[in-house]
């Protein structure tokens, strides 16, 4: 969840928590993606935690950060994916008009994964 910026310290990251579980969450919560002032933001918080879709130390983390902004802030809900080539392996893809097109196929790979649409 980010709250419409860019800023690293509004995001949560776990490279273990259950993304179909936060997708689903979004999904039954989609009236919450909409500018929040920070009352809404705590209850959003609150839920998230409840729901077991954040930590306990994220919750914290997250409810300080929101708790240091008086002004409505957007909830953004995402995740991110991430796929790393090395130069030796990008450069010959690039020279060969290649290189979009394996990080298209990487996305659609992990898509692919999830059961989502």
Same mark, same amino acid.
């Given at each position: 969840?980010?709250?419409?910026?860019n800023i690293s310290e509004s995001y949560y990251? /776990?490279?273990s928590f259950d993304i179909e579980k936060y997708?689903?969450?979004?999904?039954?919560?989609?009236?919450? *993606?909409?500018?929040?002032?920070? =009352?809404?933001?705590?209850? &959003? #918080?609150?839920?998230? &935690? #409840?729901?077991?879709? *954040?930590?306990k130390m994220e919750y914290d983390r997250l409810?300080?950060?929101?708790? %240091?902004?008086?002004?409505? #802030?957007?909830?953004?809900? !995402?995740?991110? =994916?991430?796929?790393?080539?090395?130069?030796? +392996?990008? +450069?010959?893809?690039? !020279?060969? %008009?290649?290189?979009?097109?394996? *990080? /298209?196929? /990487?996305?659609? !790979? =992990?898509? %692919? +994964? #999830?059961? *989502?649409?």
């Amino acid at each position: 969840m980010g709250t419409g910026k860019n800023i690293s310290e509004s995001y949560y990251s /776990c490279g273990s928590f259950d993304i179909e579980k936060y997708i689903q969450f979004w999904i039954d919560n989609s009236d919450s *993606i909409w500018q929040m002032d920070k =009352v809404k933001r705590a209850e &959003l #918080l609150k839920n998230m &935690l #409840l729901g077991e879709i *954040i930590p306990k130390m994220e919750y914290d983390r997250l409810l300080s950060f929101s708790d %240091g902004y008086d002004k409505p #802030l957007n909830v953004c809900p !995402e995740f991110g =994916v991430y796929c790393y080539w090395s130069f030796e +392996q990008a +450069q010959p893809l690039d !020279e060969k %008009g290649m290189f979009v097109e394996d *990080i /298209c196929n /990487c996305i659609s !790979e =992990v898509y %692919g +994964q #999830l059961n *989502i649409e």
